[in-house]
């Protein structure tokens, strides 16, 4: 059994911070391919970053790239996402997600286990 668990999302104004966390279990840490996701209201859910799993190659996408930090602590079995230069169009449920097996995904098909979500609110 494996679980997946999200947490440190919140309310926060334009141009402030949040980090968020992520555990997964079920085997070691460091054997999951790792990423973030996000599902604004009405929109479908999109990629926002990814970690190998070792945690030498991370992955983002155009709209985070440059304010948001992917990184995990295997030592720990976490994974997080500092969040910076917040935007409102950053407010999301955002999801962390595993795969077992793979060095790194992309594509929201390709993992296999997800969160529950964490609600992220930029206001302006």
């Known amino acids: 059994q494996v679980h997946v668990v999200e947490s440190g999302g919140g309310l926060v104004q334009v141009g402030g911070s949040l980090r968020l966390s992520c555990t997964a279990s079920?085997?070691?840490?460091?054997?999951?391919?790792m990423g973030w996701f996000r599902q604004a209201p009405g929109k479908e859910r999109e990629f926002v970053a990814a970690?190998?799993?070792?945690?030498?190659?991370?992955y983002y996408s155009d709209s985070v790239k440059g304010r948001f930090t992917i990184s995990r602590d295997n030592a720990k079995n976490t994974m997080y996402l500092q969040m910076n230069s917040l935007k409102p169009e950053d407010t999301a449920v955002y999801y962390c997600?595993?795969?077992?097996?793979?060095?790194?995904?992309?594509?929201?098909?390709?993992?296999?286990?997800w969160g529950q979500g964490t609600q992220v609110t930029v206001s302006s």
């Open positions: 997600a595993a795969d077992f097996g793979s060095d790194y995904d992309l594509m929201r098909y390709e993992y296999d286990y």
């Open positions: 970690i190998s799993r070792s945690g030498g190659s991370t």
């Open positions: 079920g085997r070691t840490f460091s054997s999951y391919a």
